[in-house]
């Protein structure tokens, strides 16, 4: 990537700091899945808890002294590990770099009944709050969507998640196979009842290299909605969510106030953060200049360059149009919006005047003092917003 002249900056502390980890494994592969995951027989755990120490001291060593607001175990299926191995992650990065006092720690979880005996290890290992792998309400349409528990399995994690972290989301997808807006609204009602605080809503979309995919390229999976009832099947979310107090805080994510993943908004805020394990992302700003890292998808590929002494590519220097892109891509994916000074600040020159006035005209974008905010309307076609913005820009 193209280095730039500009001067060197701390942006990153508009949006804070995080750790992501990434565990690989899975027990199935979901038909639906493009995430970097594997099915494997064994895993040497010893060796993994090598490597990801290894790279936690890398890590500090480039950015000490940062206080981290966040750590999120995401895969695969986190929730596979051994809680010992989680302890000692945690328990290296708090010895690494001081913790806020209201640090998140995250841990994603599938609801079958020999993960859930685990959520209390989990917790005394450190984890404060469980992301659950749910994604229906109902058991016909878990087993298409090739998920290894039932219903009552899901509630009942549901239920000792509560108990012993206090925090809990669960994820549900939508526009599913043969899905009417009758059976949304009651699915969605449902799951809302359950008091839980955090929520995300993410519609069904056929990736290639998936099993759905090749299904789909085959003339199978009948019964997806259209384009217009995919559209009406969002509107609809946002409209139950709304009347039970939820605010669709990003356009998959709604919290009651006060709930918000904080890990989640480190990204569409455009803080720092380390990304550890196969395939992991990371953006840390580094002598004032804000840089990319990435590293190796396959678990063997990236314990071998661990071994080797860095376990990512990178870190590349991410020039001033590519840090104001990101920016805006990402943080327009949020309710509050971007400031439009700091956009600026990172491009060197505003967004154009025009191009945000012609969006506000059609009922894309609003303005908010100087942020700019995508509308209901603008986040259901927001690539569509974000390249017209971006154009020639």
Known sequence: MAASPDIPHEDWRSGGFGIYLHWPFCQAKCPYCDFNSHVVAQVDHARWQSAFLSEIDRHADLVPGRVVNSIFFGGGTPSLMPPALVGAIIDRIRARWPMANDVEITLEANPTSSETQKFRDFAHAGVNRLSLGVQAMNDRDLQRLGRLHDLDQALAAFDMARETMGRVSFDLIYAR????????????????????????????????????????????????????????????????????????YEVSNLARRGAESLHNQVYWRYGDYVGIGPGAHGRLTLGGHRHATEAPRMPGAWLEAVAKGRGDAGPDRLDRSEEAEEFLLMGLRLSEGIDLNRFERLAGHPLPPARITGLEEIGMLKRQDNRIIATTEGRMVLNSVLAELMRDA
């Open 177 to 248: 196979q043969d899905q009417s807006l009758d059976d949304w609204r009651a699915e969605l009602e449902r799951a809302l009842a359950l008091a839980v605080d955090h929520i995300s809503l993410y519609q069904l979309t056929i990736e290639d290299g998936t099993a759905f995919g090749d299904r789909f390229r085959r003339g199978g999976l009948k019964g997806l909605p259209s384009d217009d009832l995919s559209a009406e099947l969002y509107a609809l979310t946002q409209e139950i969510a709304g009347a039970a107090g939820y605010s669709a």
